[in-house]
């Protein structure tokens, strides 16, 4: 198995070059505020400004998204994912699904 080291939003690594593409990998994961999670966010848009609780979940569910798709792009055996995007949706109120996917590739450095 490769050791994936570099992700990317872009369709190429500068510096490398892309010796095998292995396809499609995601990492998906639902998440919710607990009541009291949902009281409290609630309670802070009344005063307006940032939502730290809200962020604070989004960030550690886009972070667990990340974390899921590198270990399946490990698990194909890629150093690399190019292309590298998030995408997220409401699965029902409270309740949203966050998706990380790219392409997974094997790269070589350009000498």
């Known amino acids: 198995m490769n ?3 570099m992700i990317t939003t872009s ?3 500068e510096g490398y070059k892309v010796v095998k593409q292995l396809g499609l990998v995601r990492g998906i994961t639902v998440r919710s505020r607990s009541v009291l999670g949902n009281l409290a966010g609630g309670f ?3 005063f307006g400004g940032r939502s730290t609780i809200y962020t ?3 960030e550690k569910t886009r972070e667990e998204a ?6 399946h792009g490990q698990e194909m055996g890629a150093n690399a994912i ?3 995007r998030y995408d ?8 949203t ?3 990380a996917y790219g392409t997974a590739v094997v790269v070589e450095k350009v000498n």
């Open 44 to 46: 802070m848009t009344i």
């Open 88 to 95: 997220a949706n409401e699965v029902m109120s409270g309740l």
């Open 56 to 58: 604070e979940l989004c």
């Open 3 to 5: 050791q994936l080291t």
């Open 66 to 71: 990340l974390q899921l798709m590198i270990k």
């Open 11 to 13: 369709t190429s690594l």
């Open 97 to 99: 699904e966050v998706l």
């Open 82 to 84: 190019i292309n590298m």
